[in-house]
Structure formats: structure tokens, C-alpha cells
């Protein structure tokens, strides 16, 4: 009987010590605590506000460039392409939004635009390259060789770019005999469709439209490999090629601009620009366009690997002046 009250009072004892320490706990931490959090939540709410006004305020910054840009670009592209014929490449997942915006600011250059080569994912499949090389070993002319080391993108470029641009520009609008019904035939194998029938007059001049996001997944390096093949073709096959598309700040495998640019060779001879989705990135475009009608290359935008935002403004001759000598 001893034992359990002992046990009984000392189990209400701890019970009691509990709910006294419990009570004077919050008594005395309740304002400091309540003080603290409350400063902290004030604090997070102030710098929040902040931000999201420098947000809107570089929003609306941006807003008014944009339409500033707009607003000039017919003047600052106005003839810079006069006469030269431009195909667009479309790669699977690229914007049409850019690739419309794209096609006006050209036409205000006064540039032509042939018609559109759509590449399908099957192109881009590296399970289906023997039914790519077949085609290429069947449709390719005879006096047509690549180098021991191209791969199968290399070569169905290659040939693609023989029937669709050309680096003569005496040649330009006219079809290339020599590759008659090859497009009807990539078109068949689901391998890209066409628009406007662009190989029914070649063009001078390239632009070649990344995919919005980098590709994904364990063949996302070689995806991109494939669209850099394609562009260093048409490049190789016509007075020139910019690849075009969105800025990305850090190295992916799947993004093709960025293997462009790491790669020493091709970024010597093709040029990239990562902002084509913005009204300065198109002008920047047409003058990377001239840039390549000139036998240069560059890398521009604002993502990573990007030389410069834009090609260097190339000053024109001086004229010359004569000076009178009198009696």
C-alpha cells in the first residue's frame, strides 16, 4: 500500500512539473519568440515585394525594347539581303513562333524565302541510320563522295543540302537536275516533309532552327550531333548557315547550339544565334547572314558560349576624295 502511493505521488509530481515547466516556458518565451517571428516574416515579406518590383520594372524594361526594336527593325534590316534566297530547316521540336518572326524580319531584308524542310524524329532516330544510308547509297550521284569518317547524318545532309541551296548564286531559283525526286523520296521513308516546295529553286543561304529545350535522355548528345551534321552540310552547300534558337545558360548535351560552339572546327564555318526569340536576336539573324555572305562566322546572343551579342557593325569604305591643285 506504501509502495503504490509512492509510485502514485511520484507520477503526479513529473505530471505536475511537466505542465508547471510547460507553463512558465511559454510565459516567458511566448513575446520573444512571437517578437522574432513576426520580424522575420516582415523582413521576407519587404524583400519579396522588392523583387517582385524589380521584376516588373525590368518586365517592362524589356517590354519597351522589344517594341522599340520591333519598330526599327524594318529600317536597320532594310536591303541588307536584297536578292539572296533563304531556305529554313526546322528541327523536331523548334518554335513556330520564331521561325514566323523570323521569316518576316528576312522578307524586310528583302530576301526570298524558298520554302521549309521539316526534319521528322525518325531522321534523328540512330536506330533507323541503315535506313538512311540506304537511301543515300540509292538516291546520291555518282561523283558525289564523302569522307571516310562521316556519319550517316553527314552524308543524307550532304545530299539534302545538293538539291536544296547552292553557293552559285547564277544557280539560285533554279532545281538541281541532278537530284530530281530525291525529296519525294526522304518524304516517303517519313524521314521530313517540305513546304513550298524548296527544292524546286535553290537557295543561297541557310536558317536552321534549334528545338525550343535541349534534348533529353541517353541519346540527347547524339540528337544534337545529328542537327549540327545538317547545318554544317547546308553551311558547306550554299553561301552559308546560322543555326538559330533560344539562349541556354548552362552545358547541356542535348542542346545543338552549344555543340557548335564546342566544337573547333564547324563554329569556324557555321554561326549561332541563341536569342532568336527575341525581336534583337532576328535582326542579329540578318546580320549574321551578311556576315556569312562576307565568308565569316560567329557565335551570338546572351547564352553560354556566345562571343558577342551581336556581329561587329562593319564600317564602309571611305570615300575617296580628290584635291584641286590651282595656278
Known amino acids: 500500500m506504501i509502495d503504490f502511493r509512492y509510485h502514485l505521488v511520484s507520477i503526479v509530481a513529473i505530471f505536475l512539473a511537466l505542465a508547471v515547466g510547460i507553463v512558465l516556458g511559454t510565459t516567458l518565451l511566448q513575446d520573444p519568440a512571437l517578437d ?149 523520296t526522304f518524304e516517303t521513308g517519313g524521314l521530313l516533309t517540305t513546304e513550298d516546295d524548296p527544292d524546286k529553286e535553290r537557295a543561297t543561304l541557310a536558317v536552321m532552327f534549334a528545338p525550343e529545350k535541349p534534348y533529353e535522355g541517353d541519346n540527347a548528345e547524339t540528337l544534337a550531333g545529328a542537327l549540327v551534321s545538317v547545318a554544317n552540310a547546308f553551311d558547306a552547300g550554299g553561301k552559308g548557315a546560322v543555326l538559330a534558337g533560344a539562349p541556354v545558360t548552362a552545358a547541356v548535351p542535348g542542346d545543338p547550339i552549344g555543340a557548335v560552339r564546342d566544337d573547333g572546327e564547324i563554329s569556324k564555318r557555321v554561326t549561332t544565334v541563341d536569342s532568336a526569340d527575341m525581336p534583337m536576336g532576328r535582326v542579329t539573324i540578318i546580320s549574321s547572314l551578311r556576315e556569312q555572305l562576307a565568308g565569316r562566322a560567329g557565335q551570338y546572343g546572351i547564352g553560354k558560349g556566345a562571343s558577342a551579342p551581336q556581329p561587329a557593325a562593319t564600317s564602309p569604305s571611305p570615300t575617296p576624295t580628290t584635291t584641286q591643285t590651282g595656278s
Request: hydrophobic share 40%.
Open 36 to 184: 522574432l517571428a513576426k520580424r522575420t516574416s516582415d523582413e521576407l515579406k519587404s524583400a519579396n515585394d522588392g523583387l517582385r518590383a524589380d521584376l516588373d520594372t525590368l518586365r517592362g524594361r524589356e517590354s519597351g525594347n522589344d517594341a522599340f526594336i520591333i519598330a526599327q527593325t524594318p529600317e536597320l534590316v532594310a536591303g541588307d539581303l536584297t536578292g539572296q534566297k533563304v531556305l529554313f530547316i526546322e528541327s523536331p521540336g523548334s518554335s513556330a513562333s520564331v521561325r514566323e518572326a523570323t521569316q518576316q524580319v528576312i522578307e524586310q531584308a528583302g530576301a526570298d524565302v524558298t520554302g521549309r524542310l521539316i526534319l521528322t524524329e525518325k531522321f534523328l532516330d540512330p536506330t533507323g541510320t541503315g535506313v538512311i544510308d540506304g537511301l543515300v547509297n540509292q538516291l546520291k550521284p555518282a561523283n558525289m563522295m564523302f569522307a571516310p569518317t562521316s556519319t550517316s547524318w553527314d552524308r543524307a545532309a550532304t545530299l539534302l543540302a545538293s538539291a536544296l541551296v547552292t553557293g552559285d548564286p547564277a544557280q539560285a531559283s533554279t532545281p538541281n537536275t541532278t537530284t530530281l525526286n530525291m525529296i519525294d
